[in-house]
């Protein structure tokens, strides 16, 4: 049996009577019986809403005088204006599918009805049908044998040896010790953990001794021949599979790239795995200072931030790099694209960086769709090689990206991709012994094939398809946050405010010079215009300072929900909406948001939104505005809340509770102490991995943040919002009065005074009891090294 679907796109009734129809019917017939489905359109906007929707077609039979039916917005690129239906199913075929087969059904049987076919559409299709001139049984083998041949074709290499060695059916005598899952049946709650995953997942958990799949370490066989796929897929040299997460990529390439009492470059934006892999390496860190806005969300590093003088001064005050072996850096990493969704002109970036290191890493943890829509032309890392960078000065670079995150893979699964240069260059042989060092022994075979499988998904026209669709959901998405913003201001009869989303108030057609309003600009302009989210130097609604013209972008699908109270530029309101009380809400009704700052909650519209689910988020918005509005009663509005501290929230109102937070953090001032503590660095007093060797042996302890002051941390400290490091370890914590422990008494502060609200604080622990804060630091009677 073949399996999969076939679409009929034609204009002929499959119940009528005549003798067309009644043979169309039994080659459907023939089709079906030989295991393929069959779905019948008969117009050309039903057979594409069938190509948007049905990604299991294996083969397609295309009537060319198919009536077009109603026409629907196209996407760029598409003239299906006065095409026949049959053109525009075809065209929309190619955006859609790689090398899918397609049959054209030809009817009026006239002499010259091949040659009035347009010469494209020979190198669209894989053959002709004439239903009558043939029987239904050997058109229906036809297209059985052209569905085989293409479902064969889509399997990325890994994943087709891996079904082929389950469809084997070979008995197990190697780990796992379930043995394909058997394990399982012999106990009540191992049936039960089989029957929920069902026994495909356990009969292709294998062991590294399955010699015909190949070696994850040795990089040999269908593993091997996936990588190198993948790397031909995302633009890379070489690219490795990691099935520990991203954050395992970053510790890997920063173990790899720089060596003890070397010099690294660090965005202080940066992920906690990256410090990790400086702990790892025994590097000395020369932390680089992103932007900050008025929202208190992370910029980008300024040009002049990485330019070479700039560098070059850091290193020279920075007191840990007079025990460095060089005064030069050998690694820089940055952060790319934002947790926010700023992106770097990458190509800019690596020639900043380039006199001042010979390798450069994006952790692009966020960003693995970048290169398959021209939105992100030159804004990822694997877009800087000798085609856009040339000569001996191009660092190494290196991408860790976490497919997972924003493409489809399972968990934990993740890519390092590299463009290796003269300068700086990368023997697979060496760094594969940091891959070793990283990785296992006994990798989880269904998560590699994932992998496989995800970067099989971007490759060719699909992989824009899939981006473009999650691209024109976020953009339909912000357009109707501001046009129901626009709305409920213009009604009259309710009060005049709603949320915002976080982009330019206004773009411009650069063809036409035409401009409009956001929320009126046309779907097709945002999003094939990387100009429309570019942000512009000195522009107030993004609010970073120190930019340049097209250095830094504004990513669509990470959409940033923005509460009144505060704008980009750090103007207060006099009243607002404190953004943790909106998710709090949003949770119960099952909406979890993927981060939250004091006024603002970023969206995430990945590859599997829907306008069912954004929808659903709108309607949400609106809820809230209401119950706002109308004063409700807090114990309606988040129940759970209000039983959990029933002595402070009980008798409160939702407006009282947003009155009151706002208030608090304006008169705080928390996120001008925020931006503050980010721009002025703690100075720096040991390198990070001696005081995790001081932790691991009882060299550190845990001291109040109100005793802390001057001493020095031994662990890294992160505050949720935003979820950036405030304080490195080997740092100091500084006077008491400092930006640091003012931040960290100001949020001490507010955890007290709104329970329910704490701010997620990684390397700070809490006393249930008192509201404490306390910071893991370095004993006072450790014996401190001079840098």
Excluded at 518 to 534: G, K, Y
Aim: charged share 25%; hydrophobic share 40%; with cysteine.
């Amino acid at each position: 049996m073949v399996g999969g679907t076939v679409l009929f796109a034609l204009d002929e009734d499959p119940l009528g009577a005549g003798a067309a129809g009644g043979q169309l019917r039994r080659i459907r017939e023939e089709v079906e019986a030989q295991g393929l489905e069959a779905r019948w359109a008969r117009t050309g906007t039903d057979a594409r809403a069938v190509l948007r929707t049905e990604a299991g077609l294996a083969a397609a039979v295309v009537a060319w005088d198919l009536p077009p039916g109603k026409r629907s917005p196209g996407k760029p690129g598409e003239k299906d204006g006065d095409e026949t239906g049959g053109a525009a199913v075809l065209r929309q075929i190619g955006r859609r599918f790689t090398d899918l087969p397609v049959l054209l059904v030809m009817t009026d049987g006239a002499d010259d009805e091949f040659e009035r076919l347009p010469l494209w559409v020979a190198e669209t299709v894989v053959g002709y049908v004439w239903p009558l001139e043939d029987t239904p049984a050997f058109i229906a083998g036809r297209i059985a044998g052209a569905a085989r041949a293409y479902r064969q074709s889509v399997l990325p290499p890994f994943f087709k040896a891996l079904r082929r060695f389950d469809d084997a059916h070979e008995y197990s005598w190697h780990t796992p010790a379930h043995a394909g899952g058997v394990a399982f049946l012999k106990s009540p709650v191992g049936r039960a953990f089989f029957d929920h995953y069902g026994e495909r997942l356990f009969r292709s958990d294998l062991s590294i001794s399955v010699e015909e799949l190949g070696s994850l370490f040795e990089h040999t066989g269908p593993i091997g021949e996936a990588e190198r796929n993948a790397a031909r897929i995302f633009g890379a040299d070489r690219t490795y599979f990691v099935l520990h997460g991203n954050s395992t990529a970053d510790r890997m390439v920063g173990h790899y790239c720089v060596a003890q009492d070397e010099i690294a470059l660090v965005d202080r934006n940066c992920h906690k795995s990256v410090l990790h892999g400086l702990v790892l390496s025994g590097a000395r860190p020369v932390y680089l200072v992103p932007t900050r806005n008025g929202y208190g969300l992370a910029g980008p590093l300024p040009p002049e931030e990485i330019g070479a003088a700039s560098v070059a001064g850091r290193i020279a005050r920075n007191p840990l790099t007079s025990g460095a072996v060089s005064p030069h850096a050998e690694y820089a990493v940055l952060t790319n694209s934002t947790y926010d969704g700023l992106c770097y002109d990458a190509i800019r970036v690596t020639r900043e960086l380039a006199p001042s290191t010979p390798r450069v890493h994006f952790d692009e943890a966020w960003f693995a769709y970048a290169r398959f829509h021209p939105l992100y032309a030159g804004r990822y890392g694997m877009s800087v090689g000798p085609d856009t960078f040339d000569g001996p000065d191009r660092p190494t670079v290196f991408s860790t990206q976490s497919t997972h995150k924003l493409l489809a893979a399972l968990s934990q699964s993740a890519m390092v991709h590299l463009k290796p240069s003269s300068r700086a260059p990368v023997e697979h042989e060496r760094f594969n012994e940091a891959f070793m060092m990283h990785g296992t022994t006994s990798p989880l075979y269904p998560a590699i094939a994932s992998l496989d499988v995800a970067a099989g998904m971007m490759d060719g026209p699909q992989g824009h398809w899939l981006v473009d669709e999650a691209v024109t959901e976020a953009i339909r998405f912000r357009q109707a946050v501001a046009r129901t913003g626009r709305r409920v201001a213009a009604a009259g009869d309710r009060p005049a405010w709603f949320f915002g989303a976080w982009q330019p108030p206004a773009v411009t057609d650069p063809a036409t010079g035409e401009r409009y309003d956001f929320a009126d600009a046309p779907t097709e302009l945002l999003r094939s215009h990387a100009s429309c989210w570019q942000l512009e130097p000195g522009a107030d609604w993004h609010g970073f300072p120190g930019l340049a013209d097209h250095y830094c972008q504004l990513d669509p699908v990470k959409v940033t929900v923005t509460c009144p109270g505060i704008d980009a530029t750090g103007t207060w309101a006099d009243w607002g909406i404190p953004a943790r009380i909106l998710t709090a809400y949003l949770a119960t009704r099952n909406i979890v948001v993927e981060k939250t700052d004091s006024y603002t909650t970023l969206i995430l519209f990945s590859m599997g939104i829907t306008k069912g689910k954004w929808g659903t988020l709108l309607d949400a918005l609106m809820d809230f505005k209401a119950l706002h509005d109308e004063d409700a009663p807090l114990d309606r509005v988040l129940p759970g809340l209000v039983d959990r501290y029933p002595r402070r929230y009980t008798g409160t109102t939702l407006r009282e509770l947003c009155r009151s937070m706002h208030g608090h953090l304006r008169d705080a001032d928390l996120v001008g102490l925020l931006d503050t503590a980010f721009q002025e660095l703690p100075r720096p007093v040991v390198p990070p991995q001696w005081c995790y060797q001081r932790l691991i042996r009882q060299g550190t302890e845990r001291v109040r943040v109100a005793d802390a002051a001057d001493r020095v941390a031994a662990a890294m400290v992160t505050v949720t919002p935003p979820g950036i490091p405030v304080l490195m370890p080997g740092e100091s914590i500084g006077a008491a009065d400092g930006p640091l422990l003012r931040y960290l008494g100001a949020l001490e502060s507010f955890d007290r005074r709104f329970p329910g609200f704490r701010s997620e604080t990684h390397g700070v622990t809490v006393d249930d009891e008192t509201g404490d804060y306390a910071i893991e630091c370095v004993r006072q009677d450790e014996d401190i090294p001079a840098p």
